[in-house]
């Protein structure tokens, strides 16, 4: 590239995506897939002498709001796939449509499979092709899932990615870098993968679904690895196709609330969610509060369990990063976040409010006929407590058949343990615990080995 700097990655550890800021040249700067959030681009623009002139989207995502409108409001121009029926202002792009990015060219190649309407991006430096953006098409020892459109377009897709990949993406020469939107700990991977960026000729000679013979069998591995998804992602690409709503770059803070002021909120329906750690959970809460620990997948579990539609009022401890969880919320589509509770638990404690704890239990008590484990499948088939009921946490509100008698969740360090107990909680379920730790520590403990 002209340019002698290689692309800037922006990794967000929580939806296990990557995005990135190419230098152009000119003190101009292009975003690939960013984030809702727009300042980290511009801060890193700015550190660099340059402006953030373009924005490039590769599919409407399904599992965070694209950021590209944010830029977009900042001058920034924007680039995303015809086919997408974006609302907002952008340049639509087909097959082969090049962008002359002053010195530098940008090639859209069609690759439907991870969604109908998806491009990836060839960077050109002349006629030399310098990075291929490959978005949700080709990852890094995988590719993108094919399940999130609808059931009955789901093979359809499969055959589709299939096809992009042999004819647009694996003609490309070997040493090619690919940088890809969707990496480890991704919900739009299947499976997920590790590294973030990798080569053509790497992922030839090293990719598992790659190595497929043939259509059929590629179909038939893909689909055989998908597992469930974030039901926000349901909603998630219209909300990019219409466009959201903007705030700028501007760090955002929470309105205190009285004790008084949040009850009247949750009797009108507002969700109580707190963010506390595990630890600060059990020892008290708000009955009927949702715990979700603030960490880098808070916003995940928030629109796995929360309705989007609902007020939000939060519950954090004096050192919690208000910033991070309004940036969390907002990049899943949350946008009633109403404020939090003033001077947080204790000021509830204070009030004289009701008040409830769920105990923690050390890996060498627990029983695994009366433990429920809520990770997810493919966690749980690596090996679980034997004898342990199982149900993943994003489909716990809707079963019914739970064991009897008291219950001890767990999952792999109790976060999500803790999420659960307080949604059985808040159905009027007693004597529930949490396991401190997961299956490992409750092997290491008890000597036993792990199903």
Not at 119 to 143: C, E, K
Not at 238 to 250: D, K, Q, S
């Amino acid at each position: 590239m002209t340019p002698s700097t290689a692309p800037l990655p922006f990794v967000d550890e929580g939806l296990g995506n990557s995005s990135y800021l190419v230098d152009l040249g000119f003190g101009r700067a292009l975003a690939i897939d960013p984030a809702r959030d727009p300042s980290p681009y511009l801060a890193a623009a700015e550190r660099a002498g340059l402006r953030v002139a373009a924005a490039a989207e590769t599919h409407l995502h399904a599992d965070f709001v694209s950021g590209s409108g944010e830029l977009a409001a900042l001058g920034a121009r924007v680039l995303a796939p015809a086919a997408g029926g974006l609302e907002w202002p952008h340049r639509g792009v087909g097959d082969g449509d090049e962008i002359d990015l002053g010195g530098l060219r940008l090639r859209a190649l069609a690759t439907p499979g991870h969604t109908p309407e998806h491009v990836a991006y060839l960077l050109l430096d002349g006629d030399r092709p310098a990075a291929l953006f490959s978005g949700g098409s080709l990852l890094v020892g995988a590719v993108a899932r094919t399940d999130l459109i609808a059931p009955d377009r789901t093979e359809e897709l499969a055959r589709s990615l299939w096809r992009s990949l042999q004819e647009r993406i694996l003609t490309l020469p070997d040493e090619l870098p690919v940088y890809p939107t969707h990496g480890a700990g991704s919900f739009c991977s299947a499976p997920t993968g590790g590294e973030r960026t990798t080569t053509i000729g790497r992922e030839k000679r090293t990719n598992p679904l790659l190595a497929a013979p043939d259509e059929e069998a590629f179909v038939a591995r893909l689909l055989g690895g998908l597992g469930s998804y974030p039901r926000y992602f349901l909603r998630m690409r219209e909300v990019n196709r219409r466009g959201a709503p903007i705030y700028g770059p501007e760090p955002a803070g929470l309105a205190p609330l009285t004790p008084d002021a949040v009850r009247r909120l949750v009797g009108a329906g507002a969700a109580l969610v707190d963010a506390r750690p595990v630890t600060a959970f059990a020892a008290g809460h708000v009955p009927g509060s949702l715990s979700i620990p603030l960490r880098p997948v808070f916003g995940t579990w928030l629109g796995w369990l929360v309705d989007p539609d609902r007020a939000i009022v939060l519950v954090l401890d004096d050192d919690q990063d208000r910033a991070d969880v309004v940036r969390q919320a907002r990049n899943v589509g949350f946008e009633h976040i109403t404020g939090e509770l003033a001077a947080g638990f204790p000021a509830w404690a204070a009030a004289g409010l009701p008040t409830a704890t769920i105990p923690l239990v050390e890996p060498g008590r627990v029983n695994p006929s009366g433990t429920l484990d809520v990770r997810q499948d493919a966690e749980f088939a690596a090996g679980h407590l034997p004898g342990v009921a199982h149900v993943e946490l994003g489909s716990l509100g809707g079963v019914a058949d739970l064991p009897d008698g008291p219950l001890t969740l767990m999952c792999g360090h109790g976060e999500r343990a803790m999420s659960a107990a307080s949604i059985l909680a808040a159905t009027g379920r007693r004597q529930l615990a949490v396991l401190v730790g997961g299956p490992d520590d409750w092997a290491a403990a008890t000597g036993r080995s792990l199903e």
